[in-house]
């Protein structure tokens, strides 16, 4: 026991299971669950006072978001993402999104772009009240409907798996340091741009934000001191 923060949870059974899977997506989060290490759905039960069912369903939830893989007779191990495979997501990422985000502001109606302002409002009002999974939800939900508005399905679906797997440790930091914020007002920025129909800086502003992104996060994961 003692790995991770004590957290009341008290819900059906049917919201347990999603309850247990945020609160271990705000411990990967927040680093309370290291990368590397095995947690088994017992222990981390224990922790949450809860019995092991509800937490082993919310563990296999996030196996397949590639967050933790089964590590057999002893539970979860974190998943490790290192910097060579954060710089081939972002690569990957950057040669999907920046191109189709031109392509959405030329071919989108204005209605459908508009319709994420509240969207990419929600994404810098959790970087400034320090709701790191309302910023992560907010933010995961602004990048996919906006390449949605493509109408390529398999699209999304790729960069929605490439950000599970290169989700990162350290936010938290981040969030202290306060460099969180100009990455989510980066959001606004876009989608002025692209309401105002400048596919070119439209794609010039996703280019920074993904580099602004990748930067930050590196940051992010640097341990205290260095």
Avoid at 57 to 75: I, S
Avoid at 122 to 142: K, M, S
């Amino acid at each position: 026991m003692g790995h991770l923060t004590h957290r009341d949870l008290n819900a059906s059974r049917e919201r347990l299971r999603d309850q247990v899977a945020h609160a271990l997506r705000a411990a990967l989060i927040s680093g309370e669950l290291r990368p590397g290490a095995v947690y088994s759905a017992p222990t981390l039960a224990e922790d949450f006072g809860i019995s092991a069912t509800p937490v082993r369903e919310a563990m296999l939830d996030l196996a397949r978001e590639g967050l933790v893989e089964p590590v057999r007779n002893k539970g979860f191990r974190v998943t490790e993402v290192d910097e060579r495979d954060l710089d081939q997501y972002t690569e990957i990422r950057a040669l999907i999104e920046i191109p189709m985000v031109g392509r959405v502001t030329r071919i989108a109606a204005r209605e459908d772009l508009e319709a994420l302002r509240p969207v990419a409002e929600d994404i810098v009002r959790a970087a400034r009240e320090h709701d790191l999974i309302g910023y992560l939800e907010a933010d995961r939900l602004f990048h996919l409907t906006l390449l949605g508005l493509a109408g390529n399905e398999r699209l999304v679906e790729t960069v929605g798996d490439l950000r599970k797997r290169s989700r990162l440790y350290g936010l938290t930091a981040l969030d202290e340091s306060g460099d969180l914020i100009p990455s989510a007002e980066e959001h606004l920025e876009l989608l002025d741009l692209m309401l105002a129909g400048d596919a070119k800086g439209a794609e010039k502003c996703m280019t920074r934000h993904l580099g602004h992104v990748r930067s930050l996060w590196a940051k992010g994961d640097r341990p205290t001191g260095e």
